[in-house]
């Protein structure tokens, strides 16, 4: 720094001035510093200027190792979100989203001395693990449990499931099938509680539950079985690559989507508008809740008040060519009576 004050011919204070990016800078003397640092290729020493203002500009997240789109989304949105806001983002991914690896990751961070953690890891475990994490430390979860003390900020889960499953229901089908996620995420449970909420409301039958994991090997093996069932006329998937293994099985047991069978999933992944039909999903907002899980960690990290520790998104619903009414029963027409010569 005392180069770049040295080589712009102001002091050591206007270069950190500038630096942080202080309103009563002059224009000029602002560009002449800007043109000092870019000759020198100088850069902030972020360990020194923690030690100096006693915060670090270090974030720390705490995500699953996948390639599933809703955790990938969520941590690609919150990064972009972090380092706009001028911080740095160091991601710890484990392997299994169990209380003993997220433990280990979270007292990494804490041993990095960063100014707050994210939680990516929508199930219980996770919950257990953020337990061990002093009072104090800011801390977000995403798409955690609604019921515990947390701040949390999530997709609402239960709403998207919700609009898949009354589109399909306003559609014309008497009821809707779910394929459902793993049974200890959070995102299955609320996707669950939104499909069976609908169909109470609506009145209608409420058929057996077809659980899965997130595969669209899973969906295949799911849609298999629903594929020789002639009463399965809707299919609400708990995510787009089951429904992709879902179309699969379909397809190759003879039923037509959307003509015998409608399908409606859930993420909106980059190819769901190219599957064959292109396919009615439910698309979550994930910058919306990296927003939301920065600004309450921000807060936690200046010591502000943190009045709504709960906050959801909507996720919208994307319709495409997945869906249509109900093929109806074609009619038997009487063949006429051949009456023989006398």
Known sequence: MADVARLAGVSHQTVSRVLNGHPYVQEQTRLRVQAAIDELGYRP??????????????IGVVAQNTTLCGP?????????????????????????????????????????RVAGIVVIAPTASAHDAVDTVPPGVPLVMVDGDAERSTPLVRVDQEAGALAATTHLLEAGHRTVWHVSGPSDWFDSLGRIKGWRSALEAAGAEVPPLVPADWSAASGYRAGQVLARMPEVTAIF??????????????SERGRRVPHDVSIVGFDDVPEAAYFIPPLTTVRPDFGAVARDALELLMAQIAGDPVDEVRRASTPLLVPRDSVRPPARPRRR?????????S
Do not use: W
Request: proline share 3%; hydrophobic share 50%.
């Open 45 to 58: 020493n972020r360990v020194a200027r923690a030690l100096v203002t006693g915060r670090s500009q270090l």
């Open 72 to 112: 990938v989304s969520l941590l690609a949105a919150f990064e972009q979100v972090a380092v706009a806001a001028g911080f740095v983002v160091t991601a710890h991914r484990v392997n299994v989203l169990d209380r003993e690896s997220i433990t280990k990751a979270l007292e990494r961070h804490r041993d990095q």
């Open 237 to 250: 998937a708990a995510n787009d690559h089951l429904a992709l293994g879902i179309l699969r099985a379909m």
């Open 333 to 341: 027409v009487a063949e006429p009576v051949r009456r023989t010569p």
